[in-house]
C-alpha cells in the first residue's frame, strides 16, 4: 500500500493498493509499489508542464519490445480514444500519464535484474485525488469503491472500478485471440482463469496484472481501465481493497463496516479483522487471502441511519451513470456488530502494517472542505489459490 500527500500540489493525495501473487508476488507488489507512485509523478509534472521531450525520453524505445503484443497497443490507444468531452482540465494529462507510467513499470519489472516475474506479478488499484475530481487506475482485481449519501441521505456504496477478472467478454476475446485459454476448473466452476495454449498452466485468476510475463505473449495486458469521478458533498470516504476482502464481503457489508468504525483511524483495521472472521466462517478449512485495505475519507463521517444499499460497478471515463451487472460476492453471514466488536485488549492476530507517518496521512483541501483522513492495514497471509501452480504472496 502507498498513501503519499501532496502528490503534485498541495491539494492532491496519490493513494495505491497493490496484492502480489506468485512465488515472487510479494517482491513485485513491493516493487510497484515503490516506483510507480515515482512514475506516475514525473509523467505527470512533465505532461502539465508542456515538457515533451521528458515524456518521449522517458518512454524510450518502450514501443519497440511492446509491439509484440499487438493487443496492449489496442487497449491504450482505445483507452487514449474514449470520450473526454466535460472533463476537468487536468484529466486528459494525468490519464495520459496514468497509462504511460504502467506501461514503463510493467517494462521496468521485465528488465529487472533480481525480481523474477515470469510468473508472478501484481494487481494495482491507484487513486489520485485532486481537489474535487476523483481519477482511479486499475490493473487486476482489486477494487474501489465510494460510500455516498443518497436523496434520503442513506449511506450507499458505489463501485467505481470493475474486476478485471479473465471470463468478462471482452477480456476473454482479447485473450483467445492471443492464443491463451480461459476456462475454470471443476472443484472451483466460479473461478476462471487464463492457461498457457499447450499447457495448463499457471492458472492466473485475473486479465490484467504487472509482471506474469510467462502470459503477456498470450493476452495478458497492464493496461490500466481509467475511471473518472467528480466528488460532492455527499461523498463520504472511499475504500482501496484487495480481493480477499471482496471475496468474503459485498461492497455493502464493507461500507458498513467502515461507517460504524468506532474511529477513522481504526477503520481500515476493523475492515481487514471483518474481512478475516468472515474466511474463517465461509472457509474454515482455508487460510485466508492477502488482505490490504485503504480509507479514505473525504468528509466528516456522521452516524449511519438505516441500512445501506449496494449499487453496481460503474465505470465514468465519459462522467456517464452506466450500471455494470454486479457478480455475486460471498456473503457474511455474521452481523456487522459482531464482525467489528472486539475489545481493545484482546489480540489481534493479523499482521498489522502502520508505515506511514502522520504528516502523510492527514490531506487538507482548499477552501472549507473538511480534512481528507487515510487509514491503511494489511493482513499478509498464506496461498489462497491466485495461481494454481504456485503460491501466493
Given at each position: 500500500m502507498f498513501v503519499q500527500q501532496n502528490f503534485s500540489s498541495s491539494d492532491t493525495i496519490f493513494c495505491g493498493v497493490f496484492d502480489g501473487h506468485g512465488p515472487y508476488g510479494h517482491m513485485v507488489a513491493k516493487k510497484v509499489r515503490d516506483s510507480l507512485p515515482l512514475i506516475l509523478w514525473s509523467q505527470w509534472k512533465a505532461s502539465s508542464s508542456g515538457d515533451q521531450d521528458s515524456l518521449r525520453n522517458a518512454n524510450g524505445s518502450m514501443n519497440a519490445e511492446e509491439s509484440a503484443s499487438p493487443s496492449m497497443d489496442d487497449e491504450w490507444f482505445e483507452s487514449l480514444d474514449a470520450k473526454d468531452d466535460k472533463l476537468p482540465e487536468m484529466y486528459l494529462p494525468l490519464k495520459k500519464s496514468i497509462l504511460k507510467s504502467f506501461k514503463l513499470m510493467d517494462k521496468e519489472l521485465k528488465l529487472h535484474p533480481t525480481i523474477d516475474?515470469?510468473?508472478?506479478?501484481?494487481?494495482?488499484?491507484?487513486?489520485?485525488?485532486?481537489?474535487?475530481?476523483?481519477?482511479?487506475?486499475?490493473?487486476?482485481?482489486?477494487?474501489?469503491?465510494?460510500?455516498?449519501?443518497?436523496?434520503?441521505?442513506?449511506?450507499?456504496?458505489?463501485?467505481?472500478?470493475?474486476?478485471?477478472?479473465?471470463?468478462?467478454?471482452?477480456?476473454?476475446?482479447?485473450?483467445?485471440q492471443c492464443k491463451g485459454r480461459v476456462f475454470s476448473l471443476q472443484d472451483e466452476p466460479e473461478v476462471a482463469r487464463v492457461w498457457l495454449p499447450n499447457n495448463d498452466s499457471p492458472g492466473l485468476a485475473m486479465a490484467r496484472a504487472f509482471g506474469d510475463f510467462c502470459l503477456k505473449d498470450f493476452g495478458l495486458i497492464s493496461v490500466p481501465d481509467i475511471y473518472y469521478h467528480h466528488l460532492t458533498e455527499r461523498d463520504e470516504f472511499i475504500i482501496l481493497a484487495t480481493d480477499g476482502v471482496w471475496d468474503v464481503l459485498s461492497n455493502k457489508e464493507a461500507v458498513e463496516v467502515v461507517a460504524s468504525a468506532p474511529s477513522r483511524a481504526t477503520a481500515a483495521r476493523a475492515l481487514v479483522d471483518c474481512a478475516v472472521r468472515s474466511w474463517r466462517l465461509k472457509y474454515p478449512t482455508s487460510k485466508n487471502d492477502d488482505c490490504a485495505v485503504v480509507c479514505l475519507f473525504l468528509e466528516h463521517l456522521s452516524t449511519v441511519n438505516g441500512s445501506v444499499d449496494d449499487y453496481s460497478p460503474t465505470k465514468t471515463p465519459d462522467v456517464s451513470q452506466k450500471k455494470i451487472s454486479e457478480k455475486s460476492q460471498g456473503q457474511s453471514k455474521r452481523s456487522l456488530?459482531?464482525?467489528?466488536?472486539?475489545?481493545?485488549?484482546?489480540?489481534?492476530?493479523?499482521?498489522?502494517?502502520?508505515?506511514?507517518?502522520?504528516?502523510?496521512?492527514?490531506?487538507?483541501?482548499?477552501?472549507?472542505?473538511?480534512?481528507?483522513?487515510?487509514?491503511?492495514?494489511?493482513?499478509?497471509s498464506a496461498f489462497c489459490g491466485r495461481y494454481m501452480m504456485s503460491g501466493e504472496d
Open positions: 516475474c515470469f510468473c508472478s506479478g501484481t494487481t494495482a488499484v491507484t487513486l489520485v485525488k485532486q481537489g474535487q475530481d476523483l481519477i482511479i487506475g486499475n490493473v487486476g482485481d482489486s477494487r474501489a469503491v465510494l460510500a455516498m449519501r443518497d436523496e434520503d441521505n442513506s449511506l450507499i456504496a458505489v463501485q467505481l472500478t470493475v474486476d478485471l477478472k479473465p471470463d468478462l467478454p471482452r477480456e476473454a476475446a482479447r485473450i483467445q456488530a459482531e464482525c467489528i466488536s472486539v475489545a481493545e485488549d484482546e489480540e489481534w492476530s493479523a499482521l498489522e502494517v502502520r508505515s506511514i507517518r502522520m504528516k502523510r496521512i492527514l490531506a487538507y483541501t482548499d477552501g472549507e472542505t473538511s480534512v481528507d483522513f487515510v487509514a491503511v492495514t494489511t493482513l499478509w
